[in-house]
């Protein structure tokens, strides 16, 4: 048996063992296109390239699958942001309409009540305009907020001042947590070191935590309902935390809260995407966003930014 | 039909508006037409100035913080089952839309002018007793 066949020569062998290393070699480069030739005469040499050729085939379509899964992915990714933004908008519709509405309506009322007096001379009416004036002002500071909140395309990093995306996502709420009778408690430290952030997504993230923990209150029978909203220093960190004295978050729901699609809000309520596109953004930042439950019940996220 | 019993105030007209611009619009056009036109600036204004007294005609914003614009017409209404009620409001929701129809009042959409409202509290007043003397004297 074993003098069957012979083995190749010494040098023959060593320059077939190089070619199947360096498919190897390849392989482990990333590069899949080298083969070992082989002598198909059956020796455990030959088995070698063709298990090693097999390999590099398999690894090659493998990983040939797995980029074209991930550029899928990352456009999946990409429409869940934008998904979830306008799902976050229309959560504000009401709002924003209130926002706008309250002004418009004033300067309305104030062409009416001018023109019922023709006669009048503008200098006569200077407290008029003035109101007029300012809520035009107030209107346009609602649809920049807007507008920024909805901008698409890349991340737009910049050192930014800590409490600027929890102002402007307060600014976009206006008042209309208070008027569901929540109590908002803000507090902002001072002197907080800036952080390398794109605002406006981070603003989104805090949106989306403020407008959860509203949903939340709702379900909670509750009369004092409250939100408190805190930026502070953690460590390396600027920590930003979203708590409210509703219910808590089930402790089956907690391991899948950052899951897509995930959503205990009834059909029709919630997308279930602001929670995975939110852990998403601070992922990129580098961050961290949370859930810790509070004790006497309510939920608390935090979401937590690098210093540079 | 006359309101004014002896030692007991004629009927009025309250404003009810959280927003101080537009409550201060919204009176100034109901002292237009009506002499007697108390403000409140919130829910709990309001309610207070209805354990007052009554109205004939109660304009109120639906979403205020505290008691919201339902409870206070709703109110209204009991103090005062003739009472017009009209509400303000730049969004609302269909059930409250439902409540304020069995309540019998009458919806204003923001953002709306002086004239609009002024007709809306003219047409209100019609049957409430209340004389809109101020237009005349």
Same mark, same amino acid.
């Given at each position: 048996m074993a003098g069957n066949s012979e083995p190749p020569p010494r040098d023959a062998l060593d320059s077939e063992l190089e070619a199947i290393t360096a498919v190897l070699l390849g392989v482990a480069r990333g590069d899949f296109s080298a083969r070992a030739q082989r002598s198909?005469? /059956?020796d455990s040499v030959d088995v070698l390239a063709y298990l090693v050729n097999a390999t590099a085939d398999e690894v090659s379509h493998l990983v040939a699958a797995l980029e074209a899964e991930r550029s899928e992915l990352k456009q999946t990714r990409d429409q869940l942001v934008v998904t979830a933004k306008l799902a976050a908008l229309g959560e504000l519709a009401a709002g924003v309409a209130h926002e706008l509405n309250q002004p418009l309506t004033a300067m309305r009322m104030l062409v009416d009540m001018l023109r019922m007096h023709p006669d009048k001379k503008v200098s006569e009416c200077l407290s008029e305009l003035d109101t007029m004036a300012d809520a035009a002002r107030r209107m346009g500071k609602i649809i920049e907020g807007v507008r920024s909140f909805g901008r698409p395309g890349p991340m737009n990093l910049a050192f930014t001042p800590p409490r600027l995306p929890l102002e402007a996502a307060l600014q976009l709420l206006g008042d209309s947590l208070q008027r569901e009778g929540v109590v908002v408690r803000t507090r902002i430290e001072e002197d907080l070191p800036v952080i390398w952030a794109d605002g406006d997504r981070l603003s989104q993230v805090l949106l989306n935590l403020i407008n959860n923990a509203r949903d939340a209150l709702r379900l909670?029978? *509750? /009369?004092n309902p409250e939100i408190s909203l805190t930026v502070e220093v953690g460590g390396a960190h600027i920590v930003y935390s979203v708590q409210d004295n /509703?219910? /808590?978050?089930r402790e089956e729901h907690v391991q899948r809260?950052? *899951?897509? !699609? !995930?959503?205990?809000?009834e059909v029709g309520e919630g997308t279930g995407l602001g929670l995975s596109v939110s852990h998403g953004i601070v992922k990129e930042h580098g961050g961290r966003l949370s859930y810790q439950p509070v004790v006497d019940g309510g939920a608390r996220f935090q979401m937590e930014i690098p210093v540079p | 039909m006359t309101t004014s019993v002896t030692g007991e105030r004629a009927l009025g007209v309250l404003v009810v508006d959280d927003d101080a611009t537009l409550l201060n619009l919204m009176s100034l056009v109901a002292q237009e037409l009506f002499p007697d036109v108390d403000q409140a600036s919130d829910g709990h204004e309001a309610l207070r100035c209805l354990s007052r007294r009554q109205y004939a005609v109660v304009l109120s914003d639906l979403?205020? &913080? +505290? &008691?919201?614009g339902l409870d206070v017409l709703r109110q209204a209404k009991q103090n005062n089952p003739g009472a017009a009620l009209i509400a303000v409001t730049g969004f609302i929701e269909a059930d409250e839309e439902r409540q304020l129809a069995e309540l019998g009042a009458v919806l204003v959409h923001k953002p709306f002018g002086a004239i609009e409202l002024q007709e809306v509290l003219q047409n209100a007043a019609l +049957?409430? +007793?209340?004389?809109n003397e101020a237009a005349v004297g």
């Amino acid at each position: 048996m074993a003098g069957n066949s012979e083995p190749p020569p010494r040098d023959a062998l060593d320059s077939e063992l190089e070619a199947i290393t360096a498919v190897l070699l390849g392989v482990a480069r990333g590069d899949f296109s080298a083969r070992a030739q082989r002598s198909y005469q /059956g020796d455990s040499v030959d088995v070698l390239a063709y298990l090693v050729n097999a390999t590099a085939d398999e690894v090659s379509h493998l990983v040939a699958a797995l980029e074209a899964e991930r550029s899928e992915l990352k456009q999946t990714r990409d429409q869940l942001v934008v998904t979830a933004k306008l799902a976050a908008l229309g959560e504000l519709a009401a709002g924003v309409a209130h926002e706008l509405n309250q002004p418009l309506t004033a300067m309305r009322m104030l062409v009416d009540m001018l023109r019922m007096h023709p006669d009048k001379k503008v200098s006569e009416c200077l407290s008029e305009l003035d109101t007029m004036a300012d809520a035009a002002r107030r209107m346009g500071k609602i649809i920049e907020g807007v507008r920024s909140f909805g901008r698409p395309g890349p991340m737009n990093l910049a050192f930014t001042p800590p409490r600027l995306p929890l102002e402007a996502a307060l600014q976009l709420l206006g008042d209309s947590l208070q008027r569901e009778g929540v109590v908002v408690r803000t507090r902002i430290e001072e002197d907080l070191p800036v952080i390398w952030a794109d605002g406006d997504r981070l603003s989104q993230v805090l949106l989306n935590l403020i407008n959860n923990a509203r949903d939340a209150l709702r379900l909670s029978a *509750d /009369g004092n309902p409250e939100i408190s909203l805190t930026v502070e220093v953690g460590g390396a960190h600027i920590v930003y935390s979203v708590q409210d004295n /509703g219910p /808590g978050v089930r402790e089956e729901h907690v391991q899948r809260l950052f *899951d897509p !699609f !995930f959503s205990t809000k009834e059909v029709g309520e919630g997308t279930g995407l602001g929670l995975s596109v939110s852990h998403g953004i601070v992922k990129e930042h580098g961050g961290r966003l949370s859930y810790q439950p509070v004790v006497d019940g309510g939920a608390r996220f935090q979401m937590e930014i690098p210093v540079p | 039909m006359t309101t004014s019993v002896t030692g007991e105030r004629a009927l009025g007209v309250l404003v009810v508006d959280d927003d101080a611009t537009l409550l201060n619009l919204m009176s100034l056009v109901a002292q237009e037409l009506f002499p007697d036109v108390d403000q409140a600036s919130d829910g709990h204004e309001a309610l207070r100035c209805l354990s007052r007294r009554q109205y004939a005609v109660v304009l109120s914003d639906l979403s205020m &913080p +505290g &008691p919201r614009g339902l409870d206070v017409l709703r109110q209204a209404k009991q103090n005062n089952p003739g009472a017009a009620l009209i509400a303000v409001t730049g969004f609302i929701e269909a059930d409250e839309e439902r409540q304020l129809a069995e309540l019998g009042a009458v919806l204003v959409h923001k953002p709306f002018g002086a004239i609009e409202l002024q007709e809306v509290l003219q047409n209100a007043a019609l +049957g409430t +007793g209340l004389s809109n003397e101020a237009a005349v004297g």
